[in-house]
């Protein structure tokens, strides 16, 4: 079976979470790829091509107007020997919640009136989305309307269409829109039609609440910018689980996991916690009601472990070229527990009630629980994950495609492995865990201030590697528990959590700083000098948005404002060549040699925690006098 993701770079979107519709530059859905319109998991509107007089409109232009609004401007040439285009359509596509609209707009100024034909093509669907992730959709239009209401799935999933008067031709799963107009001389005139669509058996839902506010930026006026476009972005993010309703959170990222994952809402959540709390608890709230209980080798599910994901069904992936089906309910990940305890720590620093946070202890207990009993699976003392390639996940951290860790010749390290950047999410862990067991008279603090200390001295003994230019951590311990040699963002992640002193601290930064780091616009995720760098390898020589943002909150945390700043106004660099939305990821390629930055094709957006990573990079470039 092949597998070929679609790639995204070059589509416009607009999104409501669970709602999200994706079209050519141009704003016709063709169905190609990515292109549809998706509700939850599934896409279930594959084509809506809009034509006049027998042939599509010529775009000129595409006008994003916020994460939910898109405009896109035609031309119509009638009649066909006049130069100037005195014949324009506004497509006009937005989304709320359960709802996918359009509005055409028509204006003239020619001297006689015109008449139109106007026809809007619309394909419904039913793919799942894995299917199209892998390439493999090569067909659309599996959903025999009824009259103007679609089912399927039982009763579950239905999309009701309205176009006011518009003539409707019924064909299998094609509905044919038809409108007759005639626009007088300086007349305008509007068409649309909307489909609401709704999937009662999907495990995630909007989320109700309040939406984030835009903060007010100081310094470098291109920071409002890039924070409009973000505070926009994640507020169409914004979901909830369906069994914990008042509990919003955000979705990882668009198109592939409009859905909970625990370890990129724990991180976009704390990274936003300077200027938004309630995030940060309904992350909490809604993770903790889906807190481990049992062991259950099929899912990784584990007494105190925070999960991974949650899809209406099994997902299937194909990275590699290897076939994992993904439960529903997913566990595998090594570093989300952790994560869990430092934002229920920094969310009660950033003015959580403590009445609310007490309410969470158990489930603290709980996850520093599992750090001591399941974490540890082999008894080294170190946080690892283990699995066979194939029937989970193979790489259980946030570098989690096959070939991300590496040895420094660009070999692949044999796993399960022992991750760097989790040892010091560990040790912050818990250190901040025992903070909280004292303050609020639990026990068990001083073995989790031991924990700590030992986790430190055992690092510091089992990761450092040496080369000509001094000293460094590894990316990881491979499964014989040797150092994987490779120079990669991870050990920036140490930044910040306790686990290193000042001399080691300072010794990251010089890594992390270096040009063969450093691209001039972010943290490459390996270094240049690696046997397996390419600068658009997903996890190996790529920049990820999130990846230097966390890094910079390090740098600031253990006091390198100087290097912090530099990385956030490369970071702020490359925003700009993205029009202001900070993909999941891009090229590594030096920011000397590449402006505008170049894209990662296939990388999703916008994604949380990229848009997130505003935040930090307003703190680091003193956009606002708060350091979190």
Not at 297 to 312: A, N, Q, S
Not at 484 to 513: C, F, P, Q, W, Y
Not at 544 to 551: E, G, L, N, P, R
């Amino acid at each position: 079976m092949a597998f070929q993701q679609p790639y995204l770079h070059d589509l416009t979107g607009v999104f409501t979470a669970p709602i999200q519709v994706w079209s050519d530059q141009h704003g016709q859905i063709r169905g190609e790829g990515a292109q549809g319109a998706y509700c939850g998991d599934d896409r279930v509107l594959a084509r809506a091509v809009l034509t006049v007089n027998g042939h599509e409109p010529e775009w000129v232009s595409t006008q994003l107007k916020s994460t939910e609004h898109v405009d896109f401007i035609h031309f119509i040439r009638v009649p066909a020997n006049v130069a100037d285009p005195l014949v324009s359509i506004i497509r006009s596509r937005s989304v709320d919640t359960g709802r996918l609209a359009e509005a055409l707009t028509f204006k003239s100024v020619l001297d006689e009136p015109v008449t139109l034909d106007v026809k809007m093509e619309l394909v419904a669907d039913a793919l799942p989305m894995d299917q199209i992730k892998a390439g493999l959709a090569l067909a659309a239009g599996s959903v025999a309307p009824e009259d103007r209401r679609w089912r399927w799935r039982g009763q579950d999933t239905s999309a009701e269409l309205t176009a006011e008067g518009a003539e409707l031709a019924f064909m299998g799963s094609q509905v044919v829109l038809g409108w007759r107009i005639t626009l007088q001389p300086g007349d305008a005139v509007e068409l649309g039609w909307s489909l609401a669509v709704s999937d009662k058996g999907a495990p995630m839902i909007a989320a109700g609440g309040q939406p984030l506010r835009t903060p007010s930026v100081a310094g470098d006026p291109r920071l409002m910018r890039l924070m409009t476009r973000s505070i926009s972005d994640l507020n169409s993010l914004r979901i909830a689980d369906r069994e914990r309703p008042a509990h919003a959170f955000l979705a990882a990222g668009a198109p592939w996991h409009l859905t909970m994952f625990g370890r990129d809402a724990l991180m976009a959540a704390r990274m936003l916690l300077p200027i938004d709390a309630a995030t940060a608890a309904g992350t909490l709230r809604a993770l903790a009601g889906r807190q481990g209980t049992d062991v259950v080798p099929e899912t990784g599910e584990e007494p105190g472990k925070i999960l991974r994901e949650v899809r209406r069904s099994t997902f299937i992936m194909g990275p590699g070229g290897t076939v994992i089906a993904v439960p529903p309910l997913h566990y595998g990940n090594i570093d989300a527990t952790p994560l869990w305890i430092i934002l229920l720590h920094d969310a009660w620093h950033s003015g959580m009630p403590e009445a609310d946070v007490k309410a969470l202890l158990p489930h603290l207990e709980d996850a520093l629980g599992w750090m001591q009993h399941y974490g540890d699976s082999d008894g080294d003392g170190f946080l690892e994950y283990a699995g066979a390639p194939g029937s989970e996940l193979a790489d259980q951290g946030w570098k989690d495609t096959a070939g991300s860790i590496r040895w420094h010749d660009g070999t692949p390290a044999a796993g399960p492995v022992a991750l760097a950047e989790v040892q010091g999410y560990a040790h912050e862990a818990a250190t901040v865990g025992a903070e909280m067991l004292d303050h609020f008279g639990r026990p068990g603090s001083g073995e989790w201030r031991a924990f700590a200390s030992d986790l430190a001295d055992r690092f510091r003994e089992k990761f450092w590697c040496t080369d000509d230019a001094g000293p460094y951590p590894a990316i990881a311990l491979d499964a014989d528990k040797k150092p994987v040699d490779s120079i990669a963002s991870n050990m920036g992640h140490l930044l910040g959590t306790g686990l290193l002193n000042a001399d080691e601290k300072a010794a990251v930064v010089t890594r992390l700083m270096d040009p063969s780091m450093f691209s001039g616009y972010g943290i490459r995720t390996l270094s240049t000098t690696n046997g397996g760098y390419w600068p658009t390898r997903y996890h190996a020589g790529s920049v990820w948005t999130h990846d230097s943002a966390w890094i910079l909150l390090g740098m600031l945390k253990d006091g390198f404002e100087d290097e912090a700043a530099k990385v956030a106004s490369g970071m702020l660099d490359a925003a700009e060549g993205f029009d202001w939305r900070l993909p999941e990821l891009f090229s590594g390629d030096p920011a000397d040699r590449r402006w505008p930055p170049v894209p990662y094709p296939a990388a999703c957006r916008p994604q949380a925690w990229a848009a997130a990573s505003a935040v930090p990079i307003a703190q680091a470039l003193r956009g606002f006098n708060v350091l979190g």
